[in-house]
Nanobody, 115 residues
Framework: QVQLVESGGGLVQPGGSLRLSCAASGSILSIKAMGWYRQTPEKQRELVAT???????NYADSVKGRFAISRDNAKNTVYLQMNSLKPEDTAVYYC?????????WGQGTLVTVSS
């Protein structure tokens, strides 16, 4: 059974950077479009970045120009480079396929942007 494990979150000051990783236990990442999602207690889960199996990317307007999604199919890993972080980026970040496979939701990784 494939599992997705997110890592790389933490506490960072406004304007700082973090790189999140999403590691898959199987080779699903090489054949699936993948996305990074985020959720706070106040908001529904939001799709922030996507990447196709061919490497085409797309971003939510709120993160465009600051976040970059990438993938390393050999390592079965998808990354999210987050720069110029803002307090409103504070959330639990998850990865999943596009479209979502509910069985793949992991624990997520918490990103807190605060001074």
């Amino acid at each position: 059974q494939v599992q997705l494990v997110e890592s790389g979150g933490g506490l960072v000051q406004p304007g700082g950077s973090l790189r999140l990783s999403c590691a898959a236990s199987g080779s699903i990442l090489s054949i699936k479009a993948m996305g990074w999602y985020r959720q706070t207690p106040e908001k529904q889960r939001e799709l922030v970045a996507t990447i196709t199996s061919g490497g085409s990317t797309n971003y939510a307007d709120s993160v465009k120009g600051r976040f970059a999604i990438s993938r390393d199919n050999a390592k079965n890993t998808v990354y999210l480079q987050m720069n110029s972080l803002k307090p409103e980026d504070t959330a639990v970040y998850y990865c999943n396929t596009i479209p979502i496979d509910r069985s793949l939701w992991g624990q997520g990784t918490l990103v807190t942007v605060s001074s």
